[in-house]
Structure formats: C-alpha cells, structure tokens
C-alpha cells in the first residue's frame, strides 16, 4: 500500500496511508506535552492563508477559515481533513554554483552557510517517533557549521516539512526553536506566522503544495528566495538568514541547509 507498510513479524500490516502511521505519533505527542486540540488547525489555517500569497500554491482556499478546518472529516484522530497535504503536480530546479559563478550572477544569490542529511532505521527500541534522533542530530549540525547558537533568534524564516499540520509544533522541539514540550505554545502564540517572531512556511508549505519528489526541494528553493528578496507576496522583510527542511519515510531521513544573504566568513 505505502513505503511505511513494514511486514512486521507476527504484526498485521499497516494498510493506512502515510496518515495513517503518522496519527499515533501525533497523539504520542498531545499526550507528551499537553497541547489543546486546536493547534493542528491554527497550523493548516496558517499555511493555507500564507498559500493565497504564493502564485505557485496548488491550494488556494480564499474561504478557509478556523471553523471550516476543525469541522473537516477525521481522517486519522486527531488528523483531520483540512489538517493534511494535498497530492499535487509540480516540479522544482536550483542552480547550485561557487563563489566565481555567485559574482557573474544576474541577480543577489543565496549563500550556503551549513548543510546535512542524517538518517536512522525506521524502526528500532527506544526510537522517539515524536522528536527523531536524526532530525535533532542533523539540525545541530548545520548549525554547527553556520555557527549558530540560538536558532530561534539567528534565524529569520523556516521553510518546513509539515505534510500534516501537528508536525509544526513537532519539529519546531526537534530542531532547537523550542524547548521540548513547548512548540505548541509558540504555534499558539502567532510567533510562526507572516508577521511573528519566526515565520514558518509563508510559502503554504507541504499543507498547500505537495509535488511528491520535489516537496523536500521546494524547502530549500523557498529558504533561499527568502534571503535573496525574491520571494513575491510571501517575502519576510528583512529575511537574512532561512533554514530549509525535508524529511522522509517513516520520519527517519532528514536533509537541511541554513543560506543566508551574505557569504559565510571561512
């Protein structure tokens, strides 16, 4: 049926869908943190409204409301409809170039200031399903390498991978904006939409556009129209610094960049 099918012994299959094996994890989190029912919802409508400022959005819903999400059909407790990505067509090219082809360039590029990929098996004892090893190690990393200490303040937009709209406050712990148990709070707080302290996805993100294949990639092509001011109606004034993030399978491959408007120093 789906990737994350595993023929586990003496275990029937999971024939649900990728929702389907993400629901339980999402409840493993309410019940982690105590976060209210409402938080998937204020995500969706977030990124769906973000969506209507971007031409290239695949959904484009200019009567979406909080409402309109939290009555959609339950697909998966507590995933709702309206709370999920659609299946989109599309496509996404970048050109990746050195400092030489940066100064021919016709317009400002994105600098590459720190990039990982990390991976963990699927399954394993101990594997945190709500906060993945891979993710955090592959987060600390590039910023490691960017020389950043306290993302939450050094970096100015998030281009995230939220196929289902819990997962924003999920990965918001995952890679360091939030203490653990407290991503929902700053969901809750508006600190993650257009005009907040950390804008996450103005782009619609995964909940608006979802070309299987080039999703993870338009992470990183949205991160650095952000630094490059060259984002259209979903620009943050002022981006210097975005972080694009991708993952995959049963949430165990993570890839990320951090680019920026100006050239890393070594």
Same mark, same amino acid.
């Given at each position: 049926m789906w990737g994350l099918s595993l023929p586990v012994p003496f275990q029937q299959p999971l024939l649900a869908g990728a929702g389907g094996f993400f629901a339980p994890h999402v409840r493993a989190y309410i019940r982690r943190t105590g976060a209210p029912a409402t938080t998937g919802a204020l995500v969706a409508l977030k990124d769906r409204r973000n969506a209507l400022r971007n031409p290239y959005a695949h959904l484009h819903e200019h009567d979406i409301t909080l409402e309109k999400?939290?009555? /959609?059909?339950?697909? $998966?407790d507590p995933i709702?409809?309206?709370?999920? @990505?659609?299946?989109?067509?599309g496509a996404c090219a970048m050109v990746l170039t050195d400092r030489a082809g940066a100064a021919r360039a016709p317009h400002r590029p994105a600098w590459l200031h720190g990039g990982a990929m990390r991976s963990e098996p699927t399954l394993f004892?101990?594997?945190?399903?709500?906060?993945?090893?891979?993710?955090?190690? @592959?987060?600390?990393?590039?910023?490691? !390498?960017?020389?950043?200490?306290?993302?939450?303040?050094?970096i100015d937009v998030v281009e995230m991978y939220v196929p289902f709209s819990w997962y924003e406050p999920m990965w918001l712990e995952n890679l360091g904006f939030a203490a653990e148990g407290e991503g929902w709070k700053l969901t809750e707080s508006g600190a993650t939409a257009l005009d907040g302290e950390l804008p996450v996805n103005p782009s619609g993100g995964v909940l608006s %556009?979802? *070309?299987?294949?080039?999703?993870?990639?338009?992470?990183?092509a949205e991160a650095a129209l952000q630094v490059?001011?060259?984002?259209?109606? #979903?620009?943050?004034?002022?981006?210097? %610094?975005?972080?694009? #993030? =991708?993952?995959?399978?049963? =949430? !165990?491959?993570? /890839?990320? $960049?951090?680019?920026?408007?100006?050239? *890393? %120093? =070594?």
């Open positions: 999400v939290r009555s /959609s059909p339950m697909l $998966w709702r409809y309206a709370e999920t @990505c659609p299946s989109s067509d004892p101990g594997k945190d399903f709500v906060s993945p090893r891979a993710g955090r190690d @592959c987060a600390a990393d590039v910023y490691r !390498q960017a020389g950043v200490t306290d993302p939450r303040r050094q %556009t979802n *070309p299987i294949g080039a999703s993870g990639m338009l992470r990183f490059r001011g060259r984002a259209g109606e #979903h620009q943050i004034p002022g981006a210097r %610094t975005a972080l694009g #993030h =991708a993952y995959g399978g049963g =949430a !165990q491959f993570f /890839s990320m $960049w951090l680019v920026a408007d100006r050239p *890393p %120093t =070594a």
